[in-house]
């Protein structure tokens, strides 16, 4: 079972992807406010971050280079997500330290491939 953090403000997003986490054998943390991601980051040691970019208080991009420039987290992969999927947003997302995204509505089938991915190999997966 791999450890994932679930960062989105939105209630039926979290739920979904936290859902659909347990549902392959994950244990998934849902973070629903970015001012304390990085410190559920840094407690949870997750094997995969999983984050939206339209946060408020914090957005997702400023959240995934807090954990670019974090030690013991530098090395976690990192997924996107955003609803408002415009031209040059991957390669600004992917710039910040993400090494996927992925445009909402989400793609079931698409979402479970790149979580499959991004899992490192030696992380416990169920």
Request: proline share 6%; hydrophobic share 50%; charged share 25%.
């Amino acid at each position: 079972m791999a450890r994932i953090l679930v960062v989105e403000d939105n209630a039926l997003n979290i739920k979904l992807f936290c859902d659909l986490l347990a549902a392959h054998g994950h244990d998934a943390r849902p973070v629903t406010d970015s001012r304390i991601a990085l410190e559920e980051a840094k407690a949870f040691r997750p094997h995969l971050v999983i984050t939206d970019i339209q946060l408020p208080y914090v957005s997702g991009l400023e959240l995934i280079r807090s954990i670019r420039e974090e030690p013991g987290l530098v090395d976690v992969p990192i997924m996107a997500v955003t609803a408002y999927a415009g031209q040059g947003d991957d390669d600004r997302i992917r710039a910040a330290g993400a090494q996927a995204y992925v445009s909402k509505p989400i793609s079931v089938a698409r979402f479970v491939q790149e979580v499959s991915a991004l899992l490192p190999k030696e992380a416990p997966v169920a």
